[in-house]
T-cell receptor
């Protein structure tokens, strides 16, 4: 059982570069989320999706974009990377709007 | 937005000791969740609480939904080295909404000395 799979695990970007963080889940969950985790700061919601074709902003969406063309995939796009985007990014999914979130193992991103 | 105050920020204990941590808020929550995150991995749900006063156990872990609906507690009994990790509380506000309104505490880092 793969669950939620995130790639890559690690990435170093230069300021101004762009990249896409990949997230895929094989549990047929409708709800998917992107969080960032900064040391000692807990998890902050970047974007979420309640189903294919539907996305919405979370608490900290600036500098990011998402798309949800299929139920399984929810990529996060960083355009013009900035040092403030250095963080660990977690993708999560849930079967319903309320209930247990299933997290991937994260992508550690450094922007220098 | 909503804020959760989680304490303590960190704990360093001896194997076999009991552990207590808590989350408080100035607002009412209708769901409390407790997650554990091990190094290099994503958070994993430990216990979910949906009713004020509810007391739920999962092995050596026990969590309670405070009567005021503004707090929750997690206790770990007879700690073992594999309990090491960061423990997060998370809550859904009483104003409704689904997981996209989930607020996370800043975490409690637990270290267990064998």
């Amino acid at each position: 059982n793969a669950g939620v799979t995130q790639t890559p695990k690690f990435r170093i970007l230069k300021i101004g570069q762009s990249m896409t963080l990949q997230c895929a889940q094989d549990m047929n969950h409708n709800y998917m989320y992107w969080y960032r985790q900064d040391p000692g700061m807990g998890l902050k919601l970047i974007y979420y999706s309640v189903g294919a074709g539907i996305t919405d902003k979370g608490e900290v969406p600036n500098g990011y974009n998402v798309s949800r063309s299929t139920t399984e995939d929810f990529p996060l796009r960083l355009e013009l990377a900035a040092p403030s985007q250095t963080s660990v990014y977690f993708c999560a999914s849930s079967t319903a709007g309320i209930g247990a979130l299933h997290f991937g193992n994260g992508t550690r991103l450094t922007v220098t | 937005g909503q804020q959760l105050n989680q304490s303590p920020q960190s704990m360093f204990i001896q194997e076999g000791e009991d552990v207590s941590m808590n989350c408080t808020s100035s607002s009412i929550f209708n769901t409390w969740l407790w997650y554990k995150q091990e190094p290099g991995e994503g958070p994993v749900l430990l216990i979910a609480l949906y009713k004020a006063g509810e007391l739920t156990s999962n092995g050596r872990l026990t969590a309670q939904f405070g009567i005021t609906r503004k707090d929750s507690f997690l206790n770990i009994s007879a700690s073992i080295p594999s309990d090491v990790g960061i423990y997060f509380c998370a809550g859904l506000p009483n104003s409704g909404g689904s997981n996209y309104k989930l607020t996370f505490g800043k975490g409690t880092l637990l270290t267990v000395n064998p």
